[in-house]
């Protein structure tokens, strides 16, 4: 059973920066992709980055592209995400995400693997 631990988050103003990370265990295998998903109240859970393990392609959701930056450790079961020039519209709860199988890599029906979740708040 894999299991996704989260780190980071917190609250920052506007323009500013924070980082996430989050580490994957209990796995045979690593999982093919790791990344992240955020939802804010009232809204469906977007995805916002996720790595493509095994050819380490990253995607990102266009709304942070040129202010999120992921990377993915030796070990490739951790991803850490750096988020700078946050914006108000980047406040929400953050959730690690795996699965193994494909499909859409923004679809969050498509993954098996959830992380309790991490708050980023952004205030401006």
């Known amino acids: 059973q894999v299991q996704l631990e989260e780190s980071g988050g917190g609250s920052v103003q506007a323009g500013g920066s924070l980082r996430l990370s989050c580490k994957a265990s209990?796995?045979?295998?690593?999982?093919?992709?790791l990344g992240w998903f955020r939802q804010a109240p009232g809204k469906p859970r977007e995805g916002v980055v996720v790595?493509?393990?095994?050819?380490?392609?990253?995607f990102y959701t266009d709304s942070v592209k040129g202010r999120f930056t992921a990377s993915q450790d030796h070990s490739k079961d951790t991803v850490s995400l750096h988020m700078n020039s946050l914006k108000s519209e980047d406040t929400a709860m953050y959730y690690c995400?795996?699965?193994?199988?494909?499909?859409?890599?923004?679809?969050?029906?498509?993954?098996?693997?959830w992380g309790q979740g991490t708050q980023v708040t952004v205030s401006s």
């Open positions: 995400a795996a699965r193994n199988g494909l499909g859409p890599w923004s679809d969050p029906a498509t993954y098996d693997y």
């Open positions: 209990g796995y045979r295998y690593i999982p093919s992709f």
């Open positions: 790595v493509y393990t095994g050819v380490n392609h990253t």
